[in-house]
Nanobody, 116 residues
């Protein structure tokens, strides 16, 4: 499986962005997917995840009510709709996949920068 994240950019506080993660190599309906983010000097942190069917979605407390994760298995794509962005959301966002207990497939990351 290969993952390609896109959609990052520079946005003002309060703005919105939508990230996409295109999967290839194996039908996305076979695995759960998620988003993580990382800033320099800090560990990568969990943002959101979605199970294979899209029925179950989990979010970090810091993004609940502002971010929405979704997927389109017919297009092997996952999305992260981000609203009410604030500077603390700045970081490199990575998409990931798993078919075991841990995420073990990672995309290359896309930079999100929120200016105050």
């Amino acid at each position: 499986v290969q993952l390609q994240a896109s959609g990052g950019g520079l946005v003002q506080a309060g703005g919105s962005l939508r990230l996409s993660c295109a999967a290839s190599g194996r039908p996305s309906s076979n695995y759960s997917m998620g988003w993580f983010r990382q800033v320099p000097g800090k560990e990568r942190e969990f943002v959101a995840s979605i199970n294979r069917s899209g029925y179950r979605r989990d979010y970090a407390d810091s993004v609940k009510g502002r971010f929405t994760i979704s997927r389109n298995n017919a297009e092997n794509t996952m999305y992260l709709q981000m609203t009410s962005l604030n500077p603390e959301d700045t970081g490199v966002y990575y998409c990931a996949a798993r078919w075991g207990p841990q995420f073990h497939i990672w995309g290359q990351g896309t930079q999100v920068t929120v200016s105050s």
